[in-house]
Nanobody, 122 residues
């Protein structure tokens, strides 16, 4: 059974750091994405990493603050979030599929985790 499980969300003060991770079971996915859904808003792209890890893409709103990486041995992808702002508050979702290149829209991904809450206080 294919499953993506996020962990690591929580409450942090503005300016702080938090790391969320996404463990995959059942398959070794080629590409991963992180999306977030702020309260009352649409789901939006955050970051994507390709097979091989050499190609990453970040949303303009998080460039210079967030980093996406993956550990093939653990079948896990990470999102390191630094210099967090209150507007980063959202439910963060991990997504994955079997295509090679990065992708920025939810429709590009076939598998989704259940989400983890990240709250940044001012």
């Amino acid at each position: 059974q294919v499953q993506l499980v996020e962990s690591g969300g929580g409450l942090v003060q503005a300016g702080g750091s938090l790391s969320v991770s996404c463990g995959a079971s059942g398959h070794t996915f080629r590409r991963y994405g992180w999306f977030r859904q702020p309260p009352g808003k649409e789901r939006e792209f955050v970051a994507s990493i390709s097979w091989g890890g050499g190609n990453t893409k970040l949303a303009d709103t998080v460039k210079g603050r967030f980093t996406i990486s993956r550990d093939y041995g653990k079948n896990t992808v990470y999102l390191q979030m630094n210099k967090l702002k209150p507007e980063d508050t959202a439910v963060y979702y991990c997504a994955a599929d079997f295509k090679f290149n990065t992708a920025t829209t939810p429709a590009d991904y076939d598998y989704w985790g259940q989400g983890t809450q990240v709250t940044v206080s001012s």
